[in-house]
């Protein structure tokens, strides 16, 4: 029904940025909940942000003031900015969407941050 495909990832340098974007296609209705969350090695899968079709927005509070999500409703994708990034950041980024009340998931795309 729906389909997932992530892009963005990569390596970069602690306090760079990246811009992770997830595009859905497929029998699409109306998306209610878009997000990212992550999974770093040896670690549980968690919630990075999300953002509901009326543009609220939460986020990890360690990512706050520093990642932004946002979506384009009409193209069916979300993004996540993510700027002064941290080794700590360095994770599977998996994008999710939720369209009634399912949950979609992206296959991941890989993000390390290290000097």
């Known amino acids: 029904q729906v389909q997932l495909v992530e892009s963005g990832g990569g390596l970069a340098q602690p306090g760079a940025s990246l811009r992770l974007s997830c595009a859905a296609s497929?029998?699409?209705?109306?998306?209610?909940?878009m997000g990212w969350y992550r999974q770093a090695p040896a670690k549980q899968r968690e919630l990075v942000a999300a953002?509901?079709?009326?543009?609220?927005?939460n986020y990890a509070d360690s990512v706050k003031g520093r990642f932004t999500i946002s979506r384009d409703n009409a193209k069916n994708t979300v993004s996540l900015q993510m700027n002064s990034l941290k080794p700590e950041d360095t994770a599977v980024y998996y994008c999710?969407?939720?369209?009634?009340?399912?949950?979609?998931w992206g296959q991941g795309t890989q993000v390390t941050v290290s000097s």
């Open positions: 999710k969407v939720l369209l009634n009340n399912v949950a979609y």
């Open positions: 497929g029998r699409i209705g109306t998306i209610t909940i």
């Open positions: 953002t509901t079709r009326a543009g609220m927005t």
